[in-house]
């Protein structure tokens, strides 16, 4: 059992590397950062920053590169469209835009070249400072009844060591991510012994997957610093997580809810299809398509 809370830094600013090229969502991804595909009609960077602030979340700092301005372009005020709701009367409409701008405080930082996940997360060092924080991948959207983010930091209150979110994959992909061995140390909580990288078919230790949701201490950017690129030519965060498991501990946490990854095609229209089923507005509307085309199939 792990112990209740003991009094921890508390995990304020949210880090959210945005600045990968999107080669698996190409065509479209050739002219819009693949974190403003829309769930029907909010971006996912959107439903990203809203689990970091329904988890307690204060700051969000984006690792961008050419091309995602839109991006913060998106968290901007837009005046001259704010101006124009306002002439028309369009309440509603206004509300919406005008709640995105507002939504939290946001700030940015350029990775110049796409080196890797765990070099992005270093481009973000001078902005986090000596604290503890999160890192979010738009690539895992999670919908449950409580935010994926807050259960990591739930475990890092009690543990007072980095945590990172996992999912059990279906058998037979497991050396598609990076899974975990650990010891089951209270419900759904592991302490984690090792990271393996992409294990070979039938070597890997467990069906637990690390996915896009971390809690990590300041001493990470360090272990980053001083990790040298590797698969791909790449920082790999998973290389800097393994030394911090080996160091100072590491836990992780299996995440309650749905996952759907939007880095494949197929999960995505699923993730648009799940958000849109829930709508109030045109829930009924798509399961009576969806229902339609099934029997016409
Ligand atoms: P991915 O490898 O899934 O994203 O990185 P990608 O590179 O954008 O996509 P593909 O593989 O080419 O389709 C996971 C996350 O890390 C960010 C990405 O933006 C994504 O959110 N990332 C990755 C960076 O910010 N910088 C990098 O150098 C690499």
Redesign the pocket.
């Known amino acids: 059992m792990l112990p209740a809370m003991t009094k921890v830094r508390p995990v304020r600013k949210a880090v ?11 065509p479209v ?1 050739k002219a819009i ?3 403003m595909l829309p769930l029907v009609d909010v971006p996912v960077v959107q439903v990203i920053v809203e689990e970091c602030l329904a988890s307690g979340i204060e700051e969000i700092i984006f ?3 050419r091309g995602k301005e839109p991006i913060l372009d998106y968290f901007d005020r837009a005046a001259d469209l704010e101006a124009l709701l306002e002439r028309k009367q369009k309440w509603s409409e206004l509300e919406i835009v005008r709640h995105v701008s507002e939504i939290a405080r946001i700030s940015s930082v350029r ?1 110049p ?5 765990g ?3 270093l ?1 973000a060092r001078a902005a986090v400072g000596d604290e503890p924080f999160a890192v979010l ?3 895992d959207i999670l919908e449950g009844r409580r935010p994926a983010l807050r259960q990591l930091l739930d475990v890092y209150e009690r543990s007072a060591e980095g945590v990172v979110g996992l999912y059990q994959v279906p058998a037979g992909q497991e050396h598609m991510y990076g899974i975990v061995k650990g010891d089951l140390v209270d419900e759904r909580v592991y302490k984690l012994n090792q990271l393996v990288e992409k294990p070979d078919p039938g070597k890997a230790p467990s069906r637990l997957a690390v996915i ?1 949701r971390y809690v990590l201490p300041p001493e990470i950017f360090g272990i980053l610093a001083s990790t040298p690129p590797g698969r791909g030519g ?2 790999q965060l998973t290389d800097a997580l393994s030394t911090l498991c080996g160091t100072q501990g590491l836990m992780g946490v299996e995440i309650e809810g749905q996952r759907f990854d939007a ?1 494949d095609r197929a999960s995505y229209v699923l993730a648009v299809l799940s958000f849109a089923l829930r709508r109030a507005d045109i829930g009924a509307a798509v399961r009576a398509g969806i229902e339609k085309m099934l029997s016409e199939a």
């Not at 959210?16 to 190409?26: D, H, I, K, N, Y």
């Not at 070249?113 to 996940?117: Q, T, V, Y």
């Open positions: 959210l590397p945005v600045a990968g090229l999107g080669t698996r969502f190409l991804t950062p693949k974190e690792v961008t590169s990775q070249e796409a080196k890797g996940l070099h992005a997360v481009c991948l738009g690539d896009g790449e920082i880095g």
